[in-house]
């Protein structure tokens, strides 16, 4: 019986952000036989258009939401002032495809070093400057991430990877879809600790199992 848990996200999705510490947590639980596959969900399409104000007063209700809700989760608020913000996460997905190019570890490094940058370092990974510094700051080859970043097999992953988030009827960002076999449970999010979320997940295998 193959088994996959799909992560569906996206690197500028701040729930993501405050699930992140919580998700390391359950994968580093999961029975061996599980095979993980984090997909992108793709959050929002490219844009050069300066974010609308009441958008951003909306982002930033729901960072201070997450810090009310996710104990230790943090946000640097200098964001909202010293940047020019723009509701562009395709760049920062493309540049987890480009990173993850050079060495499927680079997928998570990457992630983290985008949610690090928007998130604590007030950096905008709207940017294609600020995503390249990155994999600079990662020591990935600079020359080889440019190409990947810019290139139309990114993008078709990419658009490959939105299309399995669809598939997998994932409707918001962060998700968890449990594969068995072609059968397919989403597994509810706990942004407090992994215990349930375990559960839920040996349940139904053992379910499927007996």
């Keep these: 019986m193959k088994i996959v848990l799909y992560y569906i996200h996206d690197p500028m999705c701040s729930w993501c952000w405050g699930f992140s510490r919580i998700l390391d947590e359950l994968l580093q639980k999961l029975p061996e036989m599980i095979e993980v596959q984090r997909v992108l969900g793709g959050l929002a399409i490219d844009s050069m258009e300066v974010m609308p104000l009441a958008q951003q007063q909306q982002i930033r209700g729901n960072w201070k939401r997450i810090e009310e809700d ?28 480009a990173a993850r190019l050079q060495g499927t ?48 097999q990114t993008q078709a992953i990419l658009l490959e990877e939105i299309n399995l988030a669809r598939e997998l009827y994932a409707e918001s960002f962060p998700s968890l879809i449990l594969k068995l076999n072609e059968a397919i449970f989403p597994i509810k999010i706990n942004y407090q600790n992994y215990n349930s979320m375990l559960d839920e997940i040996q349940k139904l295998i053992k379910g499927i199992t007996l």
């Design 70 to 97: 996710i104990p230790g989760v943090k946000f640097n608020f200098d964001f909202w002032r010293e940047m020019i913000p723009r509701r562009s996460t395709y760049p920062a997905c493309r540049a987890v495809i």
């Design 105 to 152: 570890e680079y997928d998570v490094l990457m992630t983290k070093s985008i949610q690090k940058a928007y998130y604590q370092q007030a950096r905008n990974p709207s940017d294609e400057e600020t995503l390249i510094q990155l994999a600079k700051e990662l020591d990935l080859s600079e020359p080889q991430f440019k190409n990947d970043l810019f290139s139309e």
